[in-house]
């Protein structure tokens, strides 16, 4: 059946290329991608928790998408004038979706959510279903923990509308009444602290047995009026304002880039608004009134039927103790080609590894790390930053490791997006302790993965080293599905010790033997490689093309993609996200099929596999097919030459994903998305519960 959770239309399809491709467009793409997440929270075969916390996920990456995408289409609306692929048109239609999905999120949160949790005595109880024993307890809750921390702002000349934080709750107050100096101005604003938790939870005493909650703003929304002693409160409303929220640094003309960032983080709460939510109550005069002070459109005001943060209500999942309404956790197996307290190093030197996250553990990274630092005759470790989190045990074994006197060198991307904070104080720790710390090109992030080890054999100095198509997390490798590379190749390693010298010193980059490093050759080895594969098509040879993604929206690359189609060539793209090349389109995209994999784990593996008769290659990358990773990033893809690593990987990433059919929806030549079978089939394939049933750990071997 065609999907009715689907955004792209005929509207959303852009103008044709000058190859006449009627490419999709990729900011309703990237709704699209949040329409299947969503259905993930519409699933009753999902636990509820789980349930409510893809409906949180969705309102987290609508946070980020307004955040990131938004503001050219609005500065389009706000100057009248298009500028490329924005423009009044492209608000309008890109407003339209949006509204249309934030509607059935909140639509699913009260007619199907909220329903079922009550039946399984879960609640959030709002100030007209209080008993009065309630009321007592959140008047009492209210004035220890809550009114000392607020101020009202009354909005006169001498205190104009105050600053209000991306994403903060405030609430907006229309008064009647004079105040205390006999004015009478109406408006007042309520700016509510991010150190008060969104759900309090009822103590026991008033809950009748229940699992009782109160949200924070309707906590505050019962004492409105002892905030405004002699003044009447008549209209009312929550609101919540997302700005843009990209940093833009003007690197040539940067002295200190880390300085420079750490400056723009101060002003990143404060940038262009460019969405506003407000209760559904909200009267047409507070609403207009808060359009004008943030300079926005109608389009974009978003009236929502609940919290106007649902992102904070994922906290509900961790304030109960409810194991049967959560996913029965995983416990990855320790990874299969490494043993146990054997040497990680002396096992590389017999074959290379390959590690499947989360399904094998992400522990054996740190374990090959961690005897790197306790290693003596390790000398040196470089690694690339780019996101591990402010809590990770990484970062602290690179710390050990200059401790322990090792050449420690970490090129740190201080512009990883959302984590630049984090990035900036990891490198300042590091350069304190004494560890050689670079950021990378000019102008360039650097998005590889890999951690190179050079240790002393004997009179040889031997290279070690893990590749990703991750990230350094420890967190989002229990979470994202990524493929960890452990080799001691002698080719490879030496292009890394290039890629690492070339970040540092910016010397001239030396021909590579087995890398393909954007932004330099990663692009052009690609479109080289799908041309090969175009004219053995053309010439009668069988050609096959599968590439694991999560975006592709990169102009030349989706042109050659559609040239290698339309002379034969068999494609297969699996791709989580956005996506702007349409597939089986009549005599233009025949031949290309592609599938988006949304489970239980967020898809994140980058797989490229090429076959030309009998001549297969197969490479791991970091790298997204989108513009800015080939063009304008430091990326890495590499080859896996071992025939059995390589079947393993076509195995389990490719052909598994080819096949499922409980998580696959499969992109039409109309830009909709069709979901392949139904999700709450449980006899149809999965490939991630495929996986996350071979790689369970035996009970009693638990990794980490």
């Known amino acids: 059946m065609k999907s009715t959770y689907t955004l792209i239309s005929a509207a959303a399809v852009s103008a044709p290329s000058s190859q006449g491709i009627p490419f999709l467009d990729r900011d309703h793409s990237i709704l699209a991608f949040n329409e299947r997440v969503l259905d993930w929270a519409h699933r009753a ?11 949180c996920i969705v309102s987290s990456n609508l946070d980020e998408f307004f955040e990131v995408r938004a503001a050219p289409h609005l500065t389009a609306v706000q100057t009248g004038q298009a500028k490329g692929e924005y423009s009044v048109q492209s608000f309008v239609s890109l407003s339209r979706a949006a509204h249309l999905l934030v509607d059935k999120q909140y639509s699913l949160y009260n007619d199907e959510l909220m329903p079922a949790f009550a039946k399984k ?7 007209g279903e209080r008993t009065a024993a309630q009321r007592a307890w959140v008047a009492s809750y209210f004035e220890s923990d809550v009114r000392p921390l607020l101020i009202p702002v009354g909005l006169d000349p ?28 109406e408006i007042a604003i309520v700016k509510v602290p991010r150190v008060l938790p969104r759900l309090i939870r009822m103590p026991s005493r008033v809950s009748r047995g229940k ?49 420079a960032l750490r400056l723009g983080l101060q002003h990143r709460h404060y940038g262009q608004a460019v969405r506003l939510e407000v209760s559904s109550g909200c009267s047409e005069y507070l609403s207009a009134f808060l359009l004008r002070e943030f300079e926005l459109p109608p389009g974009a005001l978003y009236r929502v039927h609940g919290p106007v943060n649902l992102v904070r209500f994922a906290q509900l999942i961790d304030l109960l103790d409810e194991p049967k309404l959560l996913f029965a956790p995983h416990t990855p197996t320790y990874p299969v080609q490494l043993v146990p307290g054997q040497s990680i190093f002396e096992q590389l030197r017999k074959r290379d590894v390959l590690i499947h996250q989360p399904f094998e553990s992400y522990d054996g990274v740190l374990a090959f790390l961690r005897e790197a630092v306790h290693d003596p005759k390790v000398l040196a470790i470089k690694q690339t930053i780019y996101r591990t989190g402010a809590d990770s045990e990484l970062m602290d074994l690179l710390q ?3 401790r322990r006197g090792k050449e420690v060198t970490a090129v740190v991307e201080l512009k990883a997006r959302f984590d630049e904070e984090a990035n900036i104080n990891w490198a300042e720790s590091l350069e304190a302790i004494g560890a050689q710390v670079v950021y990378g090109v000019i102008g360039l992030k650097t998005h590889a993965k890999m951690l190179l080890i050079t ?23 229990r979470l994202y599905t990524d493929l960890s590379y452990l080799t001691a190749n002698v080719a490879l390693t030496s292009d890394l010790e290039a890629v690492f010298v070339h970040l540092a010193s910016h010397s001239r980059l030396p021909r590579l033997a087995q890398v393909w490093l954007a932004p330099f050759h990663l692009h052009r080895k690609l479109l080289d490689r799908i041309e090969a594969l175009t004219e053995g098509a053309a010439q009668g040879k069988k050609a096959r093309i599968v590439i694991k993604m999560n975006a592709l929206t990169d102009l030349p690359l989706m042109q050659a993609l559609v040239r290698a189609g339309q002379a034969g060539v068999s494609i297969d793209l699996i791709v989580r996200g956005a996506c702007m090349l349409p597939a089986r389109l009549p005599g233009v995209t025949d ?17 490229i596999y090429f076959r030309l008769d009998d001549d297969e290659q197969l490479y791991l990358s970091s790298a997204d097919w989108m513009n800015r990773n080939m063009l304008r990033r430091v990326e890495l893809a590499w080859p896996v030459n071992d025939p059995v690593l390589r079947q393993r990987i076509v195995d389990e990433c490719l052909v ?31 490939a991630q519960a495929a996986l996350a049933a071979r790689y369970v750990a035996p009970k009693g071997q638990e990794a980490g």
């Not at 075969?45 to 409906?55: A, I, K």
């Not at 893990?466 to 490798?477: E, F, I, M």
């Open 121 to 127: 005595g879960i609640e959030i109880v709002s100030s």
């Open 400 to 402: 050990e490791a200059v």
């Open 591 to 607: 031949n290309i099929r592609v599938r988006s994999i949304i489970g239980r784990f967020l898809e994140h593996s980058r797989v």
């Open 455 to 477: 240790r002393r054999e004997g009179r040889q100095l031997v290279r070690y080293a893990h590749l990703s198509t991750g990230n350094y997390n420890s967190r989002t490798a």
């Open 211 to 259: 699992s009782l909650f109160v949200s924070l703003s309707s906590v505050i929304r019962a004492h409105l009026d002892s905030l405004f002693a002699g003044r009447q409160v008549g209209e009312f409303s929550q609101f919540r304002v997302t700005r843009h929220s990209d940093l833009a640094v003007d690197e040539d003309d940067v002295k200190d880039l880390r300085t």
């Open 158 to 185: 001498a205190h104009p509308f105050p600053q209000v934080a991306n994403k903060s709750l405030n609430f907006i107050v229309r008064l009647s009444g004079k105040d205390a100096f006999g004015r009478e101005n």
């Open 45 to 55: 075969d999902v636990p509820l928790l789980e349930r409510l916390r893809y409906l």
């Open 656 to 686: 598994a994903y080819l096949h499922d059919e409980r998580d696959a929806w499969d992109l039409m030549a109309d830009g909709h998305y069709k979901r392949v079978k139904r999700a709450s089939d449980a006899r149809a394939p999965s």
